[in-house]
């Protein structure tokens, strides 16, 4: 038998004719399609779904590119911890305050526990580190959704650091070049749906929920501010997520936990920096589980007593409170700089309180 592939074949892969046609013309047909598409994109992202240029993808890339700061010498300020301190804390504000421009490192749904211990073993840090400090994801043995991050910053490769450079050209300029719009079938969970009355909506995955600026500097997404069915979904998805069976975990050894901590501000400390704790706003039902499963005095009491390190609790100051939580666990854009505003003047007053700025 004559073997389909060979070069006897009149049709076969070798041989096969090419079509007739313009293929310039198809070329630029193609380009023209193209262009279409990717503007039919962009429209819909900006003048439909409500996305802004000039923003930047919060990427494993960028927090390296930040984090190589502290490498530099650099980072006479860090912020690490969750998305609470990463929406409350604007970058701009606190510099107004005291003339350094924090390097911000903290991720959403992620423990700050393991970066804290990261800076502490870098010698290259020696300023102040700020850590946010989220109950349900601080006070755990887990790393949280983005645990891994400096894995990809230690390891990042010459293709990995050369995209990043090419993609952020791009991001400012395309508002659907986002990691909640890309993929574009991503917006069909955003459809507001009605549902019957009295029938709790479900939760879909996270929604966009924030803009970033290229050094991490963050804010609320004005969707969360000003839709009600946005904040509802977000509301829903806390709701969820502090909700959903845990199964059988092993219990916190809090002994050992805060020892680690201890030992860690220890060597931050020894080389001239220190460590502050700060507990950013909650309220309604994301405030009553914290009260309920993690007690502040079993747990952020004992931190900030066992360490000895400055803490920051949004309760003890009634200039802390009453700011707009659009769904119980960030701040509103607007809010944010006066907030820090509040929290750096009380940070900085407890530093020299206590002799240590």
Do not use: C
Request: charged letters at 25%.
């Amino acid at each position: 038998m004559r073997s389909s592939t060979s070069s006897s074949d009149p049709y076969s892969y070798e041989d096969r004719p090419i079509p007739e046609i313009p293929w310039k013309k198809a070329l630029i047909l193609g380009l023209v399609l193209m262009a279409l598409g990717i503007a039919a994109w962009e429209y819909n992202a900006r003048v439909i779904w409500g996305y802004e240029t000039g923003y930047y993808i919060d990427s494993p890339g960028l927090w390296s590119i930040e984090r190589r700061k502290v490498d530099r010498g650099e980072a006479e300020v860090a912020v690490v911890g969750s998305s609470r301190i990463l929406f409350d804390l604007d970058l701009d504000t606190y510099q107004q305050v005291t003339g350094v421009r924090p390097v911000m490192l903290a991720l959403v749904g992620t423990n700050p526990r393991p970066f804290l211990g990261d800076l502490a073993a870098d010698d290259d840090f020696s300023g102040l580190l700020i850590v946010g400090v989220t109950p349900e994801l601080f006070f755990s043995e887990k790393a949280g959704l983005l645990g891994d991050t400096t894995d990809y910053y230690r390891d990042e490769s010459p293709s990995q650091w050369a995209g990043q450079r090419i993609s952020m050209l791009l991001e400012p300029q395309l508002a659907f070049y986002d990691n909640d719009t890309f993929p574009l079938f991503s917006l069909i969970e955003k459809i507001p749906v009605e549902n019957p009355r009295g029938v709790r909506p479900p939760a879909f995955p996270v929604w966009k929920l924030r803009d970033t600026d290229i050094d991490r500097n963050n804010k609320m997404f004005w969707k969360v501010e000003d839709l009600d069915y946005y904040q509802t979904h977000a509301e829903n998805t806390w709701a969820m997520f502090l909700q959903a069976p845990k199964g059988e975990q092993p219990a916190l050894d809090m002994d050992a936990f805060l020892a680690g901590i201890s030992a860690d501000i220890e060597k931050i400390r020894a080389r001239g920096g220190d460590v502050v704790f700060v507990r950013s706003p909650s309220s309604e039902f994301y405030r009553d589980y914290e009260r309920q499963n993690l007690p502040r005095n079993t747990h952020w009491d004992r931190l900030i007593q066992e360490t000895n390190a400055v803490g920051v609790h949004f309760e003890d100051h009634p200039e802390l409170q009453g700011f707009r939580i659009p769904e119980w666990s960030h701040l509103h854009s607007d809010d944010a700089a006066p907030y820090t505003a509040a929290l750096t003047t009380i940070l900085m007053e407890k530093l020299n309180a206590a002799n240590k700025r």
